[in-house]
């Protein structure tokens, strides 16, 4: 029974940890752009429906769209202002401004909401029901639905919206997509902005089931890479799917092993991926 | 022009800098510190920080301090170490040998106050510490070290005590714990109470600093049924732990008790409701009783405190204000800046403060018990030190009866 209620733990921790991955997936194999910000947005979008939750008043689950909204804006300007200045650039230099994106995003959420530990804690945030025997905690169950609901909805828009369209034939061929009329600089920034608003949900989730610092972004980040690796850049699903692996890794090696190791475990499976499967990195969107 | 303007202000600024400390270095003691003022113990840090200045500006206030025939003002050089243990390390080389300050504070915490104490006692500098409890930190025959926290290993003891008078007592106990220096040193000391009081050690857990999900290890305290948890780390995680309970239905079947977290206001604001029941301890509880030279007691201290910083202060903040008023004591009975004469000084020193008697055991640290707290109703109750001082709410509820 012990064994059922912690893989279940996992499964349901891995579908928030394949969202967080989510949007650093598509900004990475579109944009070919590893954003070390990630975690940093992933915490600011926690900040916002935080804020709408305590000051607006507004339910945390339905703060989550207009999170998706606010981060879309922010992602959006970021690339268009920013980012696009080194989109074709090297990957050094993508990195370089990314992780100076981090520091800056961090600390001027430390100036801004202070380092007091934050959390979004609506009067359901503890509740559960049994199920066969074993705990399901409600909360984390909806973050696991609203993860997948989110994978299904990338994929519908990558695979059959126009929009979704282009922002693949772009990635496969800039010239070729330039000629049937898209302007890249803007849907680079279309997409960097449905990155960050699939970042900002995250946060919303990680916000009700653990505590927001400004601090949380670099560990998010970390683990969103190696999600973003071992799930592949291709397809939303299989992220997901790489987030509910490690997820139930993490959890197996709390159990097994101890609860130290578990990112040792975690990163532990980065390296046996990259060494088994190279190639799973490559785009092929 | 404007440019040139520019360059002469900066260059009158970098003069005035550099001519500055030489003019007052005759009658000022500088006490360095380097604090977690950014990163992710800056929430603790900051009373650090806050209370070494009210202190220092109190003792100031009060004429400074007299040593030999001469008083002196005292000032603080602090630096943020961003909760970087490394960079914390560098910044006390920096700080004896560049800015030259004449006696040391402490850092936040058990890991960094280990590391920084190593340069204190290198260069023989006397460090007065009120952030690192681990009794490592004291077990390597320092002779320069000097810490305003009790012993981790015993900081289980008073609620160990206090759960063998309880009815029903618990029996079996689940003791969960971070893998950092003082939690492990806390650990250590906790399962030492545990079998003299003769409870059943029923899951012995540690998880890695910094963990955000438990989920694991309340599966199993959950499945071994256990009478009571105790844990130990820090305070995002005891805030993550408690929600986490809530959520996968946790229920001891008599309480649950943190080493850290409890007694702030901070715990309280980001749990609401869900923090009643939870039991913590504390050193330091802001008592009239408490008597001190400076701020009259402990209770006009928290007053004014508040008053300047606008938040209450906790048992770190009272801690470090007590280090400034050893060096202020230490000296004035030293009668000298001789770092060594300074560090027989502290050693051989007792007198009452806000925080406590301070009184140095021979290895360098202070003896003091801790209080049992509980949050009853959204407020911090004492419960017990030696006895009961307020009646406990046990056993605590289960999740969905409260």
Redesign the interface.
């Known amino acids: 029974m012990v064994l059922a209620q912690i893989l279940l733990n996992g499964i349901l921790l891995g579908g928030l940890y394949g969202l967080m991955a989510l949007g650093m997936a598509l900004v990475w194999g579109v944009l070919n752009i590893v954003n070390l910000s990630h975690g940093a947005l992933i915490m600011l979008g926690g900040y916002v429906v935080y804020y709408l939750f305590t000051i607006g008043g507004i339910d945390p689950f339905v703060a989550l769209p207009i999170a998706m909204l606010v981060m879309f804006a922010v992602g959006f300007l970021l690339q268009y202002y920013l980012l696009n200045l080194v989109v074709r650039s090297k990957m050094l230099n993508t990195l370089l401004i990314t992780f100076g994106l981090d520091v800056v995003l961090t600390y001027l959420a430390q100036l801004t909401f202070s380092a007091d530990f934050r959390t979004i804690n609506p009067p359901y945030a503890g509740a559960n029901f049994a199920l066969f025997g074993l705990t399901v905690p409600s909360v984390r169950l909806a973050a696991f639905v609203v993860a997948i609901v989110l994978a299904a909805a990338l994929w519908f828009l990558l695979h059959r919206m126009a929009l979704g369209r282009a922002i693949r034939a772009t990635a496969q061929n800039l010239v070729a997509a330039r000629l049937y009329g898209v302007n890249p600089s803007v849907l680079y920034a279309v997409t960097f902005g449905i990155g960050t608003a699939l970042a900002g949900a995250a946060g919303g989730l990680y916000g009700m089931i653990a505590n927001l610092t400004p601090y949380i972004g670099a560990s998010l980040t970390a683990k969103s890479f190696v999600i973003a690796i071992i799930g592949g850049l291709s397809n939303p699903f299989y992220v997901i799917f790489g987030g509910i692996f490690v997820g139930i890794a993490e959890s197996l090696t709390a159990l097994y092993i101890g609860p130290t190791y578990s990112d040792v475990i975690s990163f532990g499976l980065l390296v046996v991926v990259l060494v088994l499967r190279p190639n799973r990195t490559l785009r092929t969107s | 022009m404007k440019k040139q303007i520019g360059l002469a202000g900066i260059a009158a600024l970098v003069a005035a800098s550099l001519l500055a400390p030489a003019a007052q270095a005759e009658d000022v003691i500088t006490l360095g510190a380097s604090v977690q003022l950014?990163?992710?113990n800056?929430?603790t840090g900051?009373y650090y920080k806050d209370a070494y200045q009210l202190a220092i500006d109190k003792i100031n206030a009060a004429g400074g301090v007299k040593v030999g025939d001469k008083t002196y003002q005292l000032k603080l050089d602090v630096l943020d170490n961003q909760?970087d243990v490394n960079l914390s390390v560098r910044q006390y080389v920096q700080l004896i040998s560049a800015d030259k300050v004449n006696f040391l504070l402490g850092p936040f915490a058990s890991n960094f106050a280990l590391s920084d104490s190593s340069v204190a006692e290198k260069y023989q500098i006397p460090m007065v510490q009120g952030g690192g409890a681990a009794t490592q930190i004291y077990t390597r025959g320092y002779k320069y070290v000097f810490g305003t926290l009790p012993p981790a290993d015993d900081y289980y003891a008073s609620t160990i005590e206090m759960m063998g008078k309880m009815n029903p007592a618990p029996k079996s106990v689940a003791l969960v714990a971070a893998?950092d220096s003082f939690d492990v040193s806390v650990a250590k000391g906790t399962r030492k109470h545990l079998a003299d009081a003769g409870m059943k050690l029923a899951v012995d857990?540690?998880?890695?600093e910094?963990?955000?999900?438990f989920?694991?290890?309340l599966?199993?305290v959950?499945?071994a049924n256990v009478d009571a948890i105790l844990w130990t780390g820090h305070?995002?995680e005891a805030?993550?732990f408690i929600?986490?309970m809530?959520?996968?239905?946790v229920n001891p079947n008599g309480l649950y008790a943190f080493t850290v977290g409890v007694p702030t206001a901070?715990f309280r604001k980001?749990?609401?409701p869900?923090a009643n029941y939870a039991y913590g301890m504390t050193s330091w509880l802001p008592n009239p009783s408490l008597k001190d030279k400076w701020f009259g007691d402990a209770a006009q201290f928290a007053a004014e405190y508040k008053a300047k910083f606008n938040y209450s202060p906790d048992y770190h903040a009272a801690s470090g204000a007590a280090d400034v008023e050893t060096f202020a004591m230490a000296l004035e009975k030293a009668g000298s800046l001789d770092p060594k004469k300074v560090r027989d000084a502290i050693a051989g020193i007792s007198f009452d403060s806000l925080y406590a008697n301070i009184k140095y055991g021979a290895d360098g640290q202070i003896v003091l018990p801790q209080v049992v707290v509980q949050i009853q109703n959204d407020k911090l109750v004492p419960i017990y030190t030696t006895d009961f001082i307020n009646k406990a709410q046990y056993p605590t509820p289960a999740?969905d009866k409260r």
């Open positions: 950014t990163g992710t800056a929430n900051r909760s893998d857990e540690t998880f890695r910094g963990s955000a999900d989920s694991t290890i599966t199993q959950k499945a305070e995002t805030l993550n929600r986490q809530k959520g996968l239905n901070d980001a749990l609401g869900d999740w």
